[in-house]
């Protein structure tokens, strides 16, 4: 059986192969995509806010749990012979035992603060919203240290040094 010629088509006829009822017009989808549009739109929105407000490390930091580590170093006797006539040398504090001196960081961002504190052999650094907002340092480039302890030159140790921060572009001193 053929199809009659174009011409002389009747859309109402049963051998319509695109019948209006076997087949919904691209018209009655169109609600699904202007939806589906809207929420890409939106995504797009919400990705471009949070990068633009800085990665989203306004939230409060978690609270911190305070903890005490007690270190006990126990040391051998050394014996010494009665024509030995120099001292032992006296240990000290040394980058392979995790004690520095702490360098002047006042003014740089956070991560290069911690990157020349890493440089005196000590690995661990603290930092702390100096507004008091409690706000975590999420991306340290984005921090600037306005404050720190203890004061440069002083002997520090692992998780000693604390540097006291607020966001780049915040009123500052530096």
């Known amino acids: 059986m053929s199809l009659p010629p174009t011409s002389r088509f009747d859309?109402?006829?049963?051998?319509?192969?695109?019948?209006?009822?076997?087949?919904?017009?691209?018209?009655?989808?169109?609600?699904?995509?202007?939806?589906?549009?809207s929420?890409?739109?939106?995504?797009?929105?919400?990705?471009?806010?949070?990068i633009a407000s800085g990665g989203g490390d306004d939230t409060p930091a978690t609270p911190a749990i305070a903890s005490t580590v007690t270190v006990e170093r126990t040391v051998a006797p050394t014996t010494t012979t009665p024509s030995s006539t120099s001292l032992a040398p006296r240990p000290t504090a040394s980058a392979a035992d995790g004690a520095g001196v702490m360098p002047d960081v006042v003014c740089m961002n956070l991560q290069a603060a911690q990157d020349r504190i890493q440089k005196t052999g000590v690995f661990y650094s603290r930092s702390e919203d100096?507004?008091?907002?409690?706000?975590?340092?999420?991306?340290?480039?984005?921090w600037?240290?306005?404050?720190?302890?203890?004061?440069?030159?002083?002997?520090?140790?692992?998780?000693?040094?604390?540097?006291s921060v607020v966001k780049t572009d915040e009123p500052n001193d530096c």
């Open 11 to 37: 859309h109402g006829d049963e051998t319509d192969p695109f019948d209006k009822q076997d087949h919904p017009s691209p018209r009655r989808n169109a609600p699904a995509w202007i939806i589906l549009g």
């Open 130 to 142: 100096a507004t008091g907002k409690g706000r975590a340092q999420l991306f340290d480039r984005n």
């Open 144 to 163: 600037i240290v306005v404050s720190q302890s203890p004061a440069p030159g002083a002997r520090i140790g692992e998780g000693d040094a604390v540097l």
């Open 39 to 50: 929420a890409v739109v939106l995504l797009v929105v919400v990705i471009v806010v949070v």
